[in-house]
């Protein structure tokens, strides 16, 4: 079974109603034989809020060294963001896995009325996965209400209301008190109910759940006090107090009603078990949760938001309020079921509103919307645009550098907006009719599209992600310049994403671009893709010396069309090859002077090794071992960069004279992208599951390049939306960290899809242990490995290549050069 015939099959059962009782979901799961599941639970229901607080307890828990596994709901473009395992998506072939699994039963239930609903599989599918992959915790978000969502056939440990309002009355009841009473009835049996609700429904959830432990803001009656700053830059100043316990952390997460969730979620870990309070501080400031309040860009200011009824639309005006801004442009779309007139009430006064309609069969037509907001009144203009996509382009370009511009009604209309920001074209190299195949199949491409298109492949391909409507214009568009084009076979609907293979010319991509831009509103996010990556072929020119050292402040760090070399000096007692031989202040130095002498352009001095099952480093040790050495190198002929995880170190480093941050755990300390911001400094940016890597953790890639590509797409977004330019962030894909061997080799075959991105690109391959796979086992022994794979790295146009030793690289990246453009050093 292929993974998009196994999403097919979940998709297919979107057209059985929602309903509600638990006893269907308890019998798929009995069948599966998770009934009662090897790990703890915890619930989060609630009106508003109950996706980010449950990312919050995710994020606290990991953070205190639990496997935690994480189902919320609806996803933005792939199904697999509902169920992630330690922060990354459930694989496809864990879903290819399920479907199996269940697929007799779905069949065999059909006849009787009773097969599960789309929620209902999905939920088994997170508990399935969550089953396998051996979690410690999984923290499941209530889908609707709570005493009869499927997320219900579970037994919680700890669970949390977040708030009640009036909605799903359909389902729930027609009055606060008796949403209340559904919501509650998910509390565990022998602890209280974590609860930020007030007024009529706290009574309600009190008489249901019996004992509560309630959240609320300081002064006020409460067990658990929450208070704030305010906002401080592009996060938000928390405090959380109770009996015996207190956190003062920031959060990624921008208003007052996320520090109340930040006062739930700190409650459902410390109930869960050994969490401490250094714990939930760091993991609070990491629960990052893409559409709400996002900060996108700063001029103007432009931010996504799902609120999607009349509290969170308040939340959304309350948070609003902390920004300087001249003029409101307001870029709104909702579900028909939902109180617009009362969401768009509740916001700002816009002074104009693009009314649009996401694509998905349920949500309201844009003239309605407009309607509304006319009715309404406060608004100085409302034009009605339909398209999210063209609505955001028609905001963005009246806009002021002043003003904001604001996307909200549903997550629906966000995840549509971002893809501004997210969408990108990945180019690849396919030389044959073998490795078109395997293109094609990563994007799950049907079989017969396979065998008609594959040898056509042959040539330039550029695979892209977007809604089935606009890969169907995009076929359509491509096949008429002359080109070829195979669609994903995944029945998404139209909200959701699907990859498009196209194969063809450089002309026939020229064609396919003048048309998109002249005929093809709402695709300029996928044409502005397009034509970024075929701008990024890269051909290697220059070398070594043409980097320099970029110049401290200010955002000209655009490294240079050659390939730096970057010379490692680590100052450690145990890294895996030079540890214990540049401790000392003065061998260290003479280390830096001759990796320069080398040629060097970049050094880097690291203070604590990275090396599997390395043990951990004080900040002060770190420190010691660091400063001495940046200082003594400030006036040396390269640019000087400081290979630390923790944001304190690079700080002082900076402070010394360095030039370059190199994070391996890829922005993990929450503060670190804001130290490069403050700074304005590049910074490496690496992909590991974890740092260091625990070696007998088994990671599971369905294509390690496609999955280390999408989870470094986010950590750049998140660089740039500290103020970072996508010319200083440095992508590393992390050669050896949580990759085999074979894993490793193809992250470099393949290192020319890493342009995509649009940021310069860092190999680090010095000597590493994936050279035992061409019989190098030992690390003396690697040397001419590691030279081979510089020149493979330069010619597939990498910008920066970090080696132990310089000379022999430097030969190597000027070979891959000349071979690229003799001509050059003719010249020279």
Not at 125 to 131: I, K, Q
Request: proline fraction near 5%; hydrophobic fraction near 45%.
């Amino acid at each position: 079974m292929e993974y998009h015939e196994a999403a097919n099959f979940l998709f297919d059962l979107r057209r059985y109603p929602s309903r509600a009782g638990v006893a269907p979901t308890r019998r798929l799961l009995e069948h599966l034989e998770v009934g009662d599941p090897p790990f703890r639970v915890v619930q989060v229901g609630g009106s508003n809020g109950k996706g980010s607080t449950a990312r919050m307890v995710g994020s606290v828990l990991r953070e205190a060294g639990y496997d935690v596994g994480l189902y919320t709901s609806p996803h933005l473009d792939d199904i697999r963001e509902r169920v992630r395992i330690d922060g990354r998506p459930v694989t496809k072939r864990a879903v290819r896995e399920y479907v199996r699994a269940i697929r007799p039963y779905v069949r065999e239930q059909t006849p009787g009325g009773a097969p599960p609903t789309f929620f209902e599989a999905v939920t088994g599918l997170a508990v399935h996965a969550f089953a396998r992959a051996g979690v410690d915790v999984a923290v499941l978000e209530v889908g609707i209400g709570g005493e009869h969502d499927a997320t219900s056939a579970l037994s919680p440990e700890a669970a949390a209301v977040t708030n009640v309002t009036l909605e799903h009355a359909d389902l729930l009841g027609d009055t606060i008190e008796e949403i209340a009473r559904d919501k509650a009835a998910i509390a565990p049996p022998d602890r209280p109910l974590v609860t930020a609700a007030d007024g009529v429904a706290l009574g309600s959830i009190t008489g249901t759940a019996g004992e509560t432990l309630r959240v609320g803001s300081a002064g006020d009656d409460v067990d658990i006090a929450v208070s704030t700053a305010g906002r401080v830059g592009v996060e938000q100043d928390v405090t959380v107090e109770a009996d015996g316990w207190c956190v003062g952390t920031r959060l990624p997460l921008l208003g007052e009603h996320q520090c109340r969730n930040a006062g739930v979620a700190a409650a459902l870990c410390r109930q869960v078990g050994d969490v401490a309070i250094e714990d939930i501080e760091r993991g609070l400031r990491n629960a990052h949760w893409p559409g709400r309040f996002e900060v996108m860009e700063r001029d103007p200011l432009v931010v996504l938001d799902g609120a999607h009824n009349p509290g969170s639309c308040a939340g959304v005006e309350r948070t609003l309020s902390t920004f300087e801004f001249d003029d409101l442009h307001l870029v709104f779309g909702a579900m028909a079921e939902k109180d617009i007139a009362g969401m768009a009430s509740a916001l700002p006064a816009p002074a104009t509103v693009y009314a649009c309609r996401p694509d998905i069969g349920r949500a309201e037509t844009a003239d309605s919307v407009a309607a509304v907001f006319e009715a309404d009144g406060r608004a100085s203009r409302v034009e009605t645009v339909d398209r999210v996509a063209s609505a955001l382009d028609a905001a963005l370009e009246a806009a002021d550098p002043e003003d904001a511009v604001v996307a909200c009604g549903s997550l629906f209309v966000v995840a549509e907006a971002r893809r501004r920001w997210t969408t990108s074209a990945v180019a690849s190299s396919v030389e044959d009719v073998a490795t078109a195949a395997a293109a094609l199949r990563r994007a799950d491409v049907a079989d017969d599209e396979i065998e008609r298109v594959g040898a056509d492949a042959v040539h330039e391909v550029v695979t892209v992600r977007a809604s089935p409507q606009a890969a169907a214009r995009l076929d359509r568009a491509f096949r008429s310049a002359g080109g070829e084009c195979a669609v994903s076979a995944l029945e998404a609907r139209p909200h959701e994403l699907v990859e498009a293979v196209l194969t063809g010319t450089h002309a026939q991509f020229d064609r396919l671009l003048g048309h998109l831009e002249a005929r093809a509103p709402g695709l300029s996010a996928v044409a502005d893709a397009i034509e970024r990556e075929l701008g990024h072929r890269p051909v290697p020119e220059g070398g070594p010396g043409d980097a320099g050292a970029p110049e401290s402040g200010g955002a000209d760090h655009a490294w240079p069309d050659g390939t730096a070399v970057m010379g490692i000096l680590n100052v450690t007692p145990d890294s895996f090859y030079d540890g214990g031989r540049y401790e000392a202040l003065e061998d260290a130095i003479d280390r830096a002077e001759g990796l320069v002498d080398a040629g060097a352009d970049i050094v880097d001095v690291g203070g604590e090794s990275t090396r599997p099952d390395a043990d951990p480093v004080p900040t002060e040790t770190e420190l010691e071992r660091v400063v001495p050495v940046v200082e003594a190198l400030a006036d040396a002929d390269a640019a000087v960069s400081v290979d630390t995880r923790k944001a304190p170190v690079a700080r002082a480093a900076l402070d010394a004279g360095a030039d370059v941050l190199n994070d391996v755990s890829g922005l993990e300390d929450p503060e670190m992208r804001l130290v490069a911001a403050e700074y304005d400094v590049p910074v490496v940016v690496m992909h590991s599951i974890e740092t260091p890597v625990d070696p007998s953790t088994d990671i599971d890639y369905d294509d390690v390049v496609s999955d280390t590509l999408d989870a470094l797409s986010e950590r750049v977004l998140l660089a740039e939306k500290a103020g970072l330019d996508r010319s200083q962030i440095i992508v590393d894909p992390g050669l050896g960290f949580g990759k085999s061997a074979a894993e490793s080799f193809e992250l470099l075959g393949r290192l020319g899809e890493f342009r995509s991105l649009g940021c310069p690109v860092l190999v680090g391959h010095s000597r590493k242990s994936m050279f035992g796979l061409v019989d190098r086992g030992d690390p003396e022994e690697r040397l001419a490995a590691t030279v081979a794979a510089s020149a493979l790295a330069a010619e597939r146009g990498a910008d920066i290549v970090r080696v132990h030793d310089v000379a022999e690289n430097v030969a190597a990246v000027k070979t891959a050069a000349a071979a690229a453009e003799p001509g050059r050093f003719e010249r020279d």
